[in-house]
């Protein structure tokens, strides 16, 4: 089964970098949901289980961005980028998905881990739900906090997404 909204996941690193997470290898991953003004980060615990959101990287400019980002996973020690890919609801990739792309490309090179790119049409909307309900009624209340949910969001439906394909490949092998 293909991830929800990803194309060719199987090809190259990314594939590679999927089939250890889906087989059970140990892995730390750092999520990014990667906006215009702010970027919201999440990361996975060493085993690749729960999701964690951490402090939204408020953005100035590229290079200062991907430094700070790559001195963050080097201090967490992850493994894999999970770069949320902002399709349209149809599910095409626009013009930004293309940013998103060349941005987490850049930092991938920079870091020498690999980027995976993960649907994340309705993060972005439950993160504001869940932030309304939580009582978090003005955006300046919500700045921030919508992009770290999102990023959060965005790492738990990837790796719930995981644990299913090592069920599946537990039940096949049995």
């Known amino acids: 089964m293909k991830s ?4 060719a996941l199987e090809s190259g690193r990314e594939g590679q970098a999927i089939e250890r997470a889906a087989e059970g290898a140990p892995v730390r991953i ?3 949901d990667v906006g215009a003004r702010r970027i919201g980060l999440a990361v996975s ?22 430094a700070r980002l790559a001195q963050l996973a080097a201090g967490l020690g992850v493994s894999q980028l999970l770069i949320g890919n902002p399709k349209s609801l ?3 990739e626009g013009r930004q998905s ?10 991938a090179r920079q870091t020498g881990l690999t980027a995976v ?11 504001e739900r869940a932030l309304r309900g939580a009582g978090k009624r003005t955006r300046a209340q919500r700045t921030g906090a919508v992009d770290r949910l999102a990023a959060t969001l965005l790492l738990d ?13 537990g039940a096949d092998s049995a």
Do not use: I
Request: net charge negative; hydrophobic share 35%.
């Open 4 to 7: 929800p909204g990803t194309n």
């Open 30 to 32: 750092l999520a990014l």
């Open 45 to 66: 615990d060493e085993l690749g289980w729960t999701a964690q959101g951490l402090e939204t990287l408020e953005r100035s400019n590229a290079r200062q961005d991907l």
């Open 90 to 92: 149809s599910g095409r």
């Open 98 to 107: 293309e940013r998103v792309k060349e941005f987490g490309d850049r930092l």
């Open 117 to 127: 790119y993960w649907d994340e049409r309705w993060t972005s909307v439950e993160a």
């Open 157 to 169: 439906s990837y790796l719930q997404w995981l644990a299913w394909q090592r069920n599946a490949r």
